[in-house]
């Protein structure tokens, strides 16, 4: 009997070990970082009625944000390196729960690299976001911010301006929304990119990228008219 128990102990184990990697494996993209948002707010749920900023590493990196826009309220929900179809599965998680007054979204960069994203395509998949965004919060403000170019992707610049194109367009159509353009700020008055603005891994952009963002959406931003004086 003993020897049988050091036999199958250690193959429970094994097995334990094998049913846990196979159950992270089965989580969607990025499952662990909502988790921490989850476990955070449990903590210290960020105040109700704000200026929520949802999408990819290029809010996430962007990590004085809620101080920066402290005055309203910012809550910081970008993760992992988010497409319009994480954001999309993780709305539940990353917009609803805050009630926000506005949101602000930076996301569909990363839709790019698979190579089979069309321009049509990636506006089907923003049309999706923000029809699950607006069957929750039908009226408020949202604020989309264009795709952004950069040097470690300058091979997608023809298409990021269609993208851009499509979705400006779009959004013409469609109420309490605003387009914000931070592409064409990003590059020189010829047209070129600045890669004095981004980090070094060239996708990312560094304080002075941000500071550009800074002024391009600040004056996009609704205030909470109850604390107004």
Same mark, same amino acid.
């Given at each position: 009997? &003993?020897?049988?128990? @050091?036999?199958v =102990? %250690?193959?429970?184990?094994? $097995?334990?070990? !094998?049913?846990?990697?196979?159950?992270?494996?089965?989580?969607?993209?990025?499952?662990?970082?909502?988790?921490?948002? &989850?476990?955070a707010? @449990?903590?210290? =749920? %960020?105040?109700?009625?704000? $200026?929520?900023? !949802?999408?990819?590493?290029s809010?996430?990196?962007?990590?004085?944000?809620?101080?920066?826009?402290?005055?309203?309220?910012?809550?910081?929900?970008?993760?992992?390196?988010?497409?319009?179809?994480?954001?999309?599965?993780y709305?539940?998680?990353?917009?609803?729960?805050?009630?926000?007054?506005?949101?602000?979204?930076?996301?569909?960069?990363?839709?790019?690299?698979?190579?089979?994203?069309t321009?049509?395509?990636?506006?089907?998949?923003?049309?999706?976001?923000?029809?699950?965004?607006?069957?929750?919060?039908?009226?408020?403000?949202?604020?989309?911010?264009?795709?952004?170019?950069?040097?470690?992707?300058?091979?997608?610049?023809?298409?990021?301006?269609?993208?851009?194109?499509?979705?400006?367009?779009?959004?013409?159509?469609?109420?309490?929304?605003?387009?914000?353009?931070?592409?064409?700020?990003?590059?020189?008055?010829?047209?070129?990119?600045?890669?004095?603005?981004?980090?070094?891994?060239?996708?990312?952009?560094?304080?002075?990228?941000?500071?550009?963002?800074?002024?391009?959406?600040?004056?996009?931003?609704?205030?909470?008219?109850?604390?107004?004086?």
């Amino acid at each position: 009997m &003993k020897f049988l128990s @050091s036999l199958v =102990f %250690p193959f429970l184990l094994l $097995v334990t070990i !094998a049913d846990c990697h196979e159950s992270a494996s089965r989580h969607p993209p990025f499952w662990e970082e909502i988790q921490n948002f &989850k476990e955070a707010d @449990s903590k210290s =749920f %960020p105040a109700r009625n704000g $200026v929520l900023f !949802a999408g990819s590493s290029s809010f996430r990196l962007w990590t004085d944000l809620e101080a920066v826009f402290q005055e309203y309220h910012a809550i910081n929900r970008g993760f992992g390196g988010a497409t319009l179809v994480d954001l999309n599965r993780y709305a539940d998680d990353v917009i609803f729960p805050y009630s926000p007054r506005q949101v602000v979204i930076y996301c569909g960069e990363n839709d790019l690299p698979a190579d089979t994203v069309t321009a049509q395509m990636l506006l089907g998949r923003f049309k999706t976001l923000l029809a699950t965004i607006r069957s929750r919060l039908p009226n408020e403000p949202i604020v989309y911010l264009s795709i952004k170019p950069s040097i470690a992707r300058r091979r997608y610049i023809p298409l990021i301006r269609q993208c851009n194109h499509l979705i400006r367009e779009y959004l013409k159509t469609q109420p309490n929304t605003t387009f914000v353009d931070v592409f064409s700020l990003l590059l020189t008055k010829e047209g070129r990119l600045r890669p004095e603005l981004y980090r070094a891994d060239q996708l990312h952009l560094n304080m002075r990228g941000y500071e550009i963002w800074r002024m391009a959406i600040a004056p996009h931003l609704i205030r909470d008219s109850a604390n107004v004086n």
